[in-house]
């Protein structure tokens, strides 16, 4: 994973630059459509996914879909660093929290940007989330791209400070632009 970083990193530079008149690069604005993470698992997890984040009119639409959890809730979040080389994704840093605000709900206009609430995992460990986020974005200060989306082994309380009591991550992934 400490590899695909640096590459997922580069490109995320890369894919937002433009060169100027003078021929310095530069990044180019409302470029970003569409984002993906693949969520690999943590340490002693098997855990594995795919999220997308998708500009929408309303907002950005995510979509996970998430294997290998034990049934019932997890804690879903977005982390302020892409980096996910920690054994435990610790390296991933805390909750993305650009407007300092109070951890809270999914649907809470005073939340931290990378409070998404909860996956449901069925009794075959199979997790889908579905739903319009209208707090983060694709590019500006609240953007995803180059941060971590993580799942969590227990529920997200969704008070409890500074992340909702949700335990370890089983999962981490490094968010990228992805293509049309």
């Known amino acids: 994973m400490k590899t695909g970083f640096l590459t997922m990193a580069l490109a995320v530079a890369w894919a937002g630059a433009v060169r100027t008149a003078s021929g310095a690069l530069a990044l180019s604005p409302a470029t970003v459509t569409r984002a993906v993470a693949m969520l690999s698992p943590t340490e002693a997890n098997s855990v594995s996914g795919m999220v997308t984040f998708t500009r929408v009119a309303t907002g950005v639409r995510i979509v996970a879909d ?42 809470s206009q ?24 209208t ?6 200060p609240n953007s995803v791209v180059g941060r971590a989306v993580t799942v969590h082994q227990r529920p997200d309380d969704l008070r409890s400070q500074p992340s909702g009591n949700v335990g370890p991550a089983v999962a981490c992934g490094v968010i990228g632009i992805a293509s049309q």
């Open 66 to 107: 998430v294997t290998g959890l034990s049934p019932g809730l997890h804690g879903f979040q977005i982390h302020e660093f892409g980096n996910c080389g920690a054994r435990d994704a610790s390296s991933s840093g805390g909750d993305f929290n650009p407007s300092r605000m109070q951890h809270g709900a999914p649907d």
């Open 110 to 133: 005073f939340r931290q940007a990378g409070d998404l609430g909860n996956l449901f995992a069925d009794a075959s460990g199979r997790a889908h989330y579905d739903r319009v986020d």
């Open 135 to 140: 707090i983060i974005l694709l590019e500006g």
